[in-house]
């Protein structure tokens, strides 16, 4: 009787230690999704392409011909970006494309993006302004409607997905600024309305998340500025049937994901905004939360994947690139939309190690702005992905001069010396110009491909 029971419980062991080996074994050959490594077997960028063209579903969306994009590991240390004049120039040399006009509806074979950069419809430490009331320039405080002197037909701003840094809180009372008023110090509030006009004129992609986001910490109801931006925003979203994207503000800091329908095809853009500061990032998007929007971003179910950023001082500006150049090398980026200094910054296209490449402007600087003071150093930024592939095909820069609430093609540098690892094509022909303006000059330049 003793022996059966010896080997009853040397077979109970036995079968313990086999289900603990196999269990450690599953673990084991389970990769961490930080931990995945590339493909040990790489599959070249025309494997991809001859793989996504045998789909046998017989659909037309794009997304049967996207090149794959493996996932990689995420950097273990720092992230810093070279120096610009040491990165690799990223013009293509093959690609004769010429440059896509303006007019968005003869860009059908691409998905085109845009951006513009600070913007704001307020005066500081004043409360919000209605539409119907006068700003000191002599002109109603209606965004809509300084659109509209700037370019009425909207062609040089409106892409498939258009970007504004909204660098305001938006409410319509404000209780109590972050300070008072001083040399350095401002305040923005912008009434709601607003919103409902920018998206009216073709803006979709709302990036929230900056300094000004900040500046009521008392709005309506006593509630936080940048809770009562968000309240606002959603309302907007209801009321409107809104389908854009907005994000910087609330309690949500995970990247947003809406699809939108460009050229008849189904696609998926993940959003997300973010400002590299501290302080209190309760219903901001912050430094704090880096990791949480690169990752959601990462991880969102998404074709294109935006992301704008936010800085507020020369070190915070450095910050930016290198987070930029990390989003698009480890976190399968696409653009960044780069904003804070005031100014425009340099066009830097990035390469990832799997071969894919983004684009990050490391300053579009500013836009229609009251309280801004004026200057000649700010561009929209244009990227042109291909609808089919959704690989990068084309940059184009367009320099603007913005004096407060009025923006004009007029008085502005030769768009080829802008800074950039590109070969600048300059570009002002008739064909391009859509009919906007005779004064409207930019620059672009074709992109390397996966095979160069």
Known sequence: MKQKNQRSQTLIISLYWLLVLSACSSVENKPKFSELQLPQEEKTSQDMEDRSEK???????????????????????????????????????EDSLQAIPLDRQKATKFVDIRGVGD??????????????????????????????????????????????????????????????????????????DNMSEIYKRGFNLIGLANNHTRDCPSAEEGVDGAYASARHLERLSNLREANWLWHGVGTDKKAKVKTMTIEGKPIKVAFASLYLAEGDCTYVSCLKDELTVLRSLRDADADIRILSLHSWTASTQKQLVNM??????????????????????????????????????????NFIHPSLIPSSQHIIGRVLLDLDSL??????????????????????????????????????????????????????????????
């Open 119 to 192: 913007s704001a419809m307020a005066l500081t430490h004043q409360q919000p302004l209605s539409l119907t009331q006068r700003l000191p320039q002599g002109v109603a405080a209606h965004f809509g409607q300084r659109l509209d002197a700037f370019d009425r037909s909207g062609k040089s701003y409106r892409g498939d997905l258009s970007f504004i840094n909204w660098e305001s809180t938006v409410g319509t009372f404000c209780n109590r600024f972050w300070s008072t008023r001083g040399p350095r110090s401002f305040a923005f509030v912008s009434h709601p």
């Open 324 to 365: 930029g150049v990390n989003f698009i090398s480890y976190y399968n980026g696409d653009i960044v939309f780069g904003h804070g200094p005031h100014r425009s910054s340099p066009v830097r296209i990035v390469e990832s190690p799997t071969g894919k490449r983004g684009v990050l402007f490391e300053s579009l600087g």
């Open 391 to 452: 690989q990068l095909r084309q940059v184009q820069i367009i320099p603007i001069s913005v004096n407060r609430a009025h923006v004009s093609f007029s008085g502005t540098p030769n768009p080829t010396k802008f800074p950039a690892n590109l070969n600048w094509k300059f570009v002002n022909n008739s064909t391009w110009q859509s009919g906007v303006s005779s004064s409207v000059k930019g620059a672009y330049s074709n992109i390397k491909s996966f095979k160069q």
């Open 55 to 93: 789909a046998t579903d017989g659909s037309s969306n794009n997304l049967n011909k996207q090149v794959q994009r493996p996932l990689i590991a995420e950097p273990k240390t720092p992230v810093i970006a070279a120096n610009l004049d040491r990165e690799p120039n990223q013009s293509s040399t």
